[in-house]
């Protein structure tokens, strides 16, 4: 059962210029994605830096406001909702950010962090809340006598520990994870990691996990969606993805990070250029300027992402909506 749904989700940034301060153009971050998020699933996003994975983690709990689309949570469309329904609402979709230096008040000691959302939604207060903190402080692997400490006093892991108590503490279902472990170490991202996984399991959470890092969403993630220029090009369960991605974009990805396992493809397939402008996206498969495989009609027809079963790609050439063979 989908316990969110994107629908054609469009965010655009406006840009404007000259003398009079005129709109010049649009920089087309998220340009119509459609998925869905199975209740208990973790979702993988992946894709270059500059693609629109963040502002589409952001979206989706309307840090940023779409453009348009909808966003249906418990069968509730969330866009179209007031601030204080929303507010409601964020208790169960929460967000762990990428830098945990940064996403910390350096001013307030680690409970007040952590119990702030309590204290807002009038959840707990005196006592109990420092009661119900202190759980939440050890639930992620954390020492009570560290309750009144400040976020300096802490390591980068630590922090992110934090970040994912903050983000419990109100019984969250959804969990944006956004590039949650990307500024850790590798052997503190493996603990983090773990801890999200064994917290997936004991609450029945929902994540969304962004990441630039095929490896580390190989990790956790029963699916993966891969994005470029602001579009889905990719779904499928995380296997299909590693072991028979079709889209080259998907397959460029793979082929540029380290696989353990030999019975896998080695493929290199080399990217050419640079990530085009999200202001004036390539005509067509907004790929083909990059892309080996790219024909004629892949600058003039855009792709449509065309699904056979669970495996869905957005290529003229491969997967299941190919109507051209390749060179
Ligand atoms: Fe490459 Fe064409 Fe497929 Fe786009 S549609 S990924 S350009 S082969």
């Known amino acids: 059962m ?10 655009h940034f406006p840009i404007s210029g000259g003398f009079f301060g005129r709109k010049t153009g ?3 971050a998220v340009d119509g994605v459609s998925l869905s998020v199975e209740d208990g699933e973790t979702l993988g996003l992946v894709g270059e830096s500059g693609c629109g994975k963040s502002t589409l ?39 762990i950010f990428q830098d945990p230096y940064a996403s910390l008040n350096p001013r307030m000691r680690v409970g007040e962090i952590i119990g702030e959302g309590l204290q807002i939604h009038g959840i707990a207060d005196g006592a109990e809340l420092k009661d119900r903190v202190m759980a939440l402080l050890a639930k992620v692997g954390l020492r009570e006598e560290q309750y009144g400490r400040y976020p300096h006093e802490f390591s980068g892991g630590q922090r992110q ?5 903050r983000a419990l503490a109100l019984n969250a279902k959804f969990i944006v994870a956004d590039e949650a472990v990307s500024a850790l170490d590798v052997s503190i991202q493996a603990q983090i ?35 470029y220029l602001g579009k889905i090009v990719e779904i ?15 397959r460029a990805l793979l082929s540029a990070a380290p ?5 896998r493809k080695a493929e290199r397939i080399v990217l050419q250029g640079d990530v085009p402008s999200p202001i004036n996206p390539p005509s067509g498969c907004s790929f083909h300027p990059r892309c080996a495989f790219a024909q004629k009609i892949c600058s003039e027809e855009e792709p449509p992402l065309v699904m056979d079963g669970d ?10 909506g190919a109507t051209v063979k390749p060179n």
């Open 2 to 11: 989908a316990l969110l749904e994107i629908k054609n989700l469009v965010k």
């Open 26 to 28: 649009d920089v087309k």
């Open 57 to 95: 983690g952001r979206c989706l709990l309307r840090l940023i406001e779409p453009t348009s689309g909808d966003i249906i949570f418990e069968n509730q469309n969330i866009t179209e909702m007031n601030f204080d329904h929303m507010r409601e609402m964020r208790r169960k979709m929460q967000i």
């Open 161 to 165: 520990r934090i970040g994912v108590a």
């Open 193 to 227: 990691l773990n801890l999200l996984q064994d917290l997936q399991e004991e609450y029945d959470l929902t994540y969304f996990f962004i990441s630039h890092d095929l490896r580390v969403v190989e990790h956790v993630s029963d699916r993966v969606a891969v994005m």
């Open 236 to 250: 499928a369960p995380a296997d299909q993805i590693y072991t028979d991605g079709q889209h080259p974009y998907t």
């Open 259 to 263: 696989v353990p396992d030999p019975t």
């Open 311 to 320: 495996h869905g790609a957005a290529c003229h050439v491969f997967g299941p």
